[in-house]
């Protein structure tokens, strides 16, 4: 069964959207809703728009959870618990971050690296920016100056745990196949028609019984990592990169060229900037 979450912010009919679009896919055991508790103008307008998402998605009897946004701590607390809770019953779980400032969807996002079968989404709307005015009319230099005349009170650094995700071994050993070769191989062929094709692809003799063995077993590390999907056809399984793992070599990729055309700079002495 499937539980959502969701925050509760400027834009209730952007989170129904999504939410049904959820509800139509899977099947929904049970809904959270947290909305700001603090008593500011966005409390109220989260508060607001909490009563009515609550009357139409009132067949759930969704749970209601105040949170400070802008705190790390109060966001984390939450939603670690709401997973901790739904995972330990089996129950896939879906963060809904489309309203979230930025603080929270953080506290979200290091939550859900902790638990498997959770995941975070948004909502896009129909249309964007419909708001600002046109670049070419006078009022669009005005409107620029008057969205930047917030200014800064502090910063909230985020409580990160020390030992960071390190999903992959990066480190070359002529003596065993980097999960990163496989990954390589993938990207730049598209799709193995077999583990054997994988292995040949990668300068292996398939015929050897440790070779087949230990690619099985990467393949599968890499499928339940989330690199990778196997598509089954016949007696074969076809392999190829998962988006994420698509996303995480054009990272790589992307890292090996930027390094190339950095340029190591002088100390620049700190000067001040106001």
Avoid at 101 to 113: C, D, E, G, Q, R
Avoid at 165 to 170: A, G
Avoid at 172 to 182: K, Q, R, W
């Amino acid at each position: 069964m499937v539980v959502t979450v969701h925050y509760i912010g400027f834009h209730p009919s952007l989170i129904l959207g999504g939410f049904e679009k959820i509800r139509i896919a899977y099947p929904i055991e049970k809904v959270y809703l947290l909305y700001d508790g603090k008593e500011d103008r966005y409390g109220k307008v989260s508060r607001y728009n909490l009563k009515r998402i609550e009357r139409i998605l009132a067949f759930f009897r969704p749970i209601t959870l105040s949170v400070n946004p802008v705190s790390f701590h109060s966001v984390f607390t939450k939603i670690y618990a709401i997973l901790k809770i739904e995972t330990e019953r089996s129950n896939r779980v879906f963060i809904d971050v489309t309203d979230m400032p930025p603080i929270a969807t953080v506290a979200s996002t290091v939550a859900v690296m902790m638990f498997k079968d959770v995941y975070i989404f948004s909502t896009h709307p129909e249309t964007k920016g419909e708001f600002i005015p046109e670049p070419s009319s006078p009022l669009f230099e005005e409107w620029v100056e008057r969205k930047d005349s917030v200014k800064a009170s502090d910063i909230v650094i985020a409580s990160l745990p020390r030992e960071r995700l390190q999903p992959l071994k990066m480190e070359e050993d002529e003596h065993e196949v980097l999960p990163i070769t496989i990954l390589k191989i993938l990207y730049n062929n598209k799709e193995a028609g077999s583990i054997k094709q994988l292995i040949e692809w990668c300068g292996y003799d398939p015929r050897r019984g440790h070779i087949k063995a230990l690619f099985s077993r990467i393949v599968s590390s890499l499928e339940d990592k989330g690199f990778i999907v196997k598509r089954h056809g016949g007696k074969t399984r076809a392999v190829r990169l998962s988006r994420f793992g698509r996303a995480f070599i054009e990272a790589l990729l992307e890292a090996e060229n930027m390094s190339k055309r950095l340029v190591p700079q002088k100390k620049i002495e700190a000067v001040e900037l106001f």
